[in-house]
């Protein structure tokens, strides 16, 4: 399947731009001629283990240089102006950290990595953000894996920065600590900030960004809201999933609208149609189950997530 990259604009002044970034190590290439911007707001970077996301975040924070393209980060060569650190904060998928410090420490570290001058209570109000007061004097090496966590978002967020980058954050963080995670990220992007949040966890990542990026085989598949992206697959048809009191009866008939291309028997008793209008379907479906005396008591595309645009593009 070819599909034309459905794009959505992200303001005029980008926190990060690409200009046709490539990337290879020797004689494997792990990001293809990528152009993208980023603005404000929440930024899902989705793709297979091997997409190329953590390159494409490493060319971003600095990390990596491309082999070909240009990165620009708040306006400037990451590479070169090293003062584009102070305004951004960042935590790898690596969960390691340094065991022989306290949480309070770890923080303050990464302020002077930045070359911040923050007062204490700037740290441990980071510290508070991500619910670790009570553990701010105790050694990391106490800490379990979503301490760790969270202790590292601390370290990423002190300072308040125009852009946070989080590699695979919700590695190890129980549902109260995805919420809070979550809700900080909210806040930031509220704040007009930007965060890029790479992660495998598909339903967070819909749940919480504004757009997503999906990368596959190292290249750019889509960006944008995830819903324009399925919308704008018009060569992929949808897939309903209906419940009603009388399925084979209801079947039958959906069978022979223009609007359906086929029509299945779940064992559960529903019905999966495949259409190439939902639209149509759900105007013709309440008119027909009247007709036919059947109660409808669901009407679910099953198509429209994040798990199936990922899904339709990777088989392209």
């Given at each position: ?12 002044n ?18 293809s ?20 996301k ?20 708040l ?13 951004i904060?960042?935590?790898t998928e ?44 105790r050694?990391?090496s ?13 370290a990423?967020?002190v ?9 695979e ?9 995805r ?14 900030r ?14 919480v ?12 598949a ?14 992929r ?6 419940e ?5 009866l ?16 779940d ?10 209008n939902?639209?149509?379907?759900q ?21 429209d ?12």
């Amino acid at each position: 399947m070819q599909t034309a990259t459905p794009t959505i604009q992200s303001g005029d002044n980008p926190i990060v731009s690409l200009g046709s970034v490539s990337k290879w190590f020797g004689n494997v290439v792990a990001v293809s001629d990528v152009t993208l911007n980023i603005g404000p707001g929440i930024t899902g970077l989705l793709g297979p283990n091997g997409a190329g996301k953590t390159t494409l975040l490493r060319m971003i924070c600095g990390l990596h240089s491309p082999s070909e393209g240009e990165v620009r980060l708040l306006g400037t060569n990451p590479r070169t102006d090293h003062n584009v650190y102070k305004r951004i904060g960042i935590m790898t998928e690596n969960e390691s950290a340094y065991e022989f410090m306290t949480g309070l420490e770890f923080v303050r570290l990464s302020a002077r990595l930045k070359d911040l001058r923050r007062e204490e209570s700037h740290l441990r109000e980071a510290i508070e953000r991500v619910d670790m007061s009570f553990a701010l004097d105790r050694k990391i090496s106490t800490y379990s894996r979503g301490m760790r966590q969270r202790i590292r978002l601390a370290a990423a967020i002190v300072g308040d920065p125009d852009l946070l980058i989080l590699d695979e954050p919700l590695n190890g963080a129980d549902p109260t600590q995805r919420i809070r995670f979550q809700n900080i990220l909210r806040e930031t992007a509220d704040e007009g900030r930007s965060v890029i949040i790479s992660s495998h966890i598909l339903e967070e990542v819909e749940e919480v960004s504004d757009s997503v990026v999906l990368v596959v085989n190292g290249k750019l598949a889509a960006q944008g809201d995830f819903h324009a992206i399925r919308a704008a697959l018009d060569d992929r048809p949808y897939h309903v999933k209906i419940e009603c009191s009388d399925s084979k009866l209801l079947g039958g008939e959906l069978a022979k609208l223009p609007a359906v291309q086929s029509v299945q028997f779940d064992p559960d008793g529903s019905i999966v149609v495949l259409t190439s209008n939902v639209a149509t379907l759900q105007l013709d479906l309440p008119a027909l189950a009247q007709t036919l005396n059947v109660r409808l008591t669901m009407f679910r595309p099953i198509d429209d997530s994040l798990e199936s645009v990922f899904s339709y593009l990777v088989e392209g």
